[in-house]
């Protein structure tokens, strides 16, 4: 296939210049390709997780045993997405908070295009798309794909950090309003 610059180009949705491997809290959104339903289903405002979501589930616990600077905050399976807050703290000060992004200096790697840089955001969830990837090739789930990329936000303060666990929590009992939900009763 032939590059054509009016198809593909693709541009970065990440804050220019920000150092997404630098000690945060930052909320996540992964999505299936397609935002097709194969993680679960909600029944009576409950998440119900499938084969594929009981195993993505497992595999975000397990976060923190791969990149030992991350803490897991408040998350949620949903039908075809994941929302997920990510406490990274200094690679070497496990267990350090911090709300406010450092400025960014001369000695920090600046995200590009296709370079991942270790220990950042990025890299957390390309190892994370990838196990789940590989899990369902080898358990007859050829056909699931995620979504090219993925949503992030940094938080910046404790009182967004409640809201948007509210919001994670709440997020099942909510499904017939989400965005994502593809049976969604469109308004015109």
């Known amino acids: 296939m032939n590059y054509n610059p009016d198809k593909h180009n693709r541009r970065s949705i990440r804050l220019k210049g920000y150092d997404y491997s630098q000690p945060g809290v930052y909320y996540v959104t992964l999505c299936v390709s397609d935002r097709q339903c194969c993680l679960g289903r909600i029944e009576k405002g409950q998440i119900k997780l499938s084969g594929i979501g009981g195993i993505s589930d497992k595999y975000w616990k397990e976060i923190p045993h791969h990149f030992n600077h991350v803490e897991l905050d408040q998350y949620m399976v949903m039908p075809n997405h994941i929302h997920g807050i990510l406490i990274l703290n200094n690679h070497n000060q496990v267990g350090v ?68 666990r509210k919001y994670i929590i709440e997020n099942p009992s909510k499904w017939d309003l989400d965005n994502e939900n593809p049976n969604k009763m469109r308004t015109h």
């Open 97 to 164: 908070q911090n709300f406010e992004p450092l400025p960014i200096t001369n000695n920090h790697q600046i995200h590009r295009y296709q370079h991942i840089i270790p220990h950042s955001i990025s890299s957390i969830i390309r190892v994370f798309k990838s196990a789940i990837t590989h899990w369902c090739r080898g358990n007859g789930f050829k056909n699931f794909h995620w979504q090219r990329n993925y949503y992030e936000h940094i938080v910046r303060d404790e009182n967004e950090l409640n809201r948007i």
